[in-house]
């Protein structure tokens, strides 16, 4: 007999491969670093369920319904209804916006273009961010970050790729620097999610992280693109033998994705309208 309804069962740190589950009822049930790879799904209900940070590598699904669905991430070889989609997905990708394109370059002039413009996107969108009251980039719209938390993350990532992995400071942290929200933790790595620094604090030390990369970049060659990385001191990254075009391109991909969450997100604030010291305030 299984326990009674609304008791809650937790499971920590527990081993249950090969465990059978029919005939039951999880909903609402939370899956925190879990391990599912080699399961097998039939007649299961996943409506509703949200998914963040998941692995979906070579996953067979036969007699499916995908109605009303969102998905954002990496698509590599994925086939639908025997018809590989993601080079469509690509190339609309492509042509919404020209610039994407440029992420991808094939030689050290090509990465110096990609900064360039990452620059003067990015100089675009914190224009726009500061038309905003300050209270509203602390705010998170979908459970995703705010915007000066996205600012934070991306010092944390040119600190991880660039100053730790290229430039070989074991310790490049910043007290603001902010990890993935699913990152282990590390010793000595900050990872203060609830700090609420201004913007001009904030942007303060994104435009000398910014320098630091564009400084890279100013000397890159190819020569040195075609070499490796190696950073074995604790902390992380922590790899050896890594690309070093591997790092850049990380970097670049960083800026790109998190440059359009800001945008979507300030879209999102921009439409609310909310109370700020006393007077309705609305974006135009």
Not at 6 to 14: D, K, P, S, Y
Not at 16 to 31: T, V
Not at 133 to 155: K, M, N
Not at 200 to 208: G, H, I, K, S, T
Request: hydrophobic letters at 40%; glycine letters at 6%.
């Amino acid at each position: 007999m299984g326990p009674s309804v609304g008791v809650m069962t937790e499971f920590r740190e527990q081993e249950l491969p090969g465990a059978r589950f029919e005939k039951s009822n999880l909903r609402g049930a939370s899956f925190t670093d879990v391990y599912l790879d080699g399961a097998q799904f039939r007649d299961v209900i996943l409506s509703d369920a949200q998914y963040r940070m998941v692995h979906f590598h070579r996953v067979r699904m036969r007699g499916v319904e995908l109605h009303d669905v969102d998905i954002y991430g990496e698509v590599e070889n994925v086939v639908i209804n025997g018809v590989e989609v993601s080079a469509y997905v690509e190339a609309e990708l492509d042509r919404r916006m020209p610039e994407r394109a440029k992420m991808r370059p094939d030689d050290a002039d090509g990465f110096r273009e990609a900064w360039a413009l990452l620059e003067r996107l990015w100089e675009g969108t914190v224009e726009r961010a500061r038309t905003f009251p300050e209270a509203e980039l602390h705010r998170q719209v979908g459970d995703e970050w705010s915007f000066i938390q996205t600012l934070r993350h991306l010092g944390f990532a040119t600190s991880a790729w660039v100053s730790r992995m290229i430039l070989g400071n074991a310790s490049p942290w910043h007290p603001l620097d902010l990890p993935w929200d699913e990152a282990p933790g590390w010793d000595g790595i900050p990872w203060d999610r609830d700090a609420q620094p201004s913007l001009d604090e904030v942007l303060a030390l994104r435009n000398e992280r910014q320098a630091v990369v564009r400084d890279v970049f100013a000397s890159l060659t190819d020569e040195q693109l075609a070499s490796t990385v190696t950073r074995t001191e604790p902390g992380w990254p922590q790899i050896e033998n890594f690309s070093f075009e591997q790092c850049l391109r990380i970097v670049l991909n960083e800026e790109w994705e998190h440059r359009l969450y800001a945008e979507r997100d300030l879209d999102a604030l921009a439409t609310d309208t909310t109370t700020n010291g006393g007077r309705t305030w609305t974006s135009s």
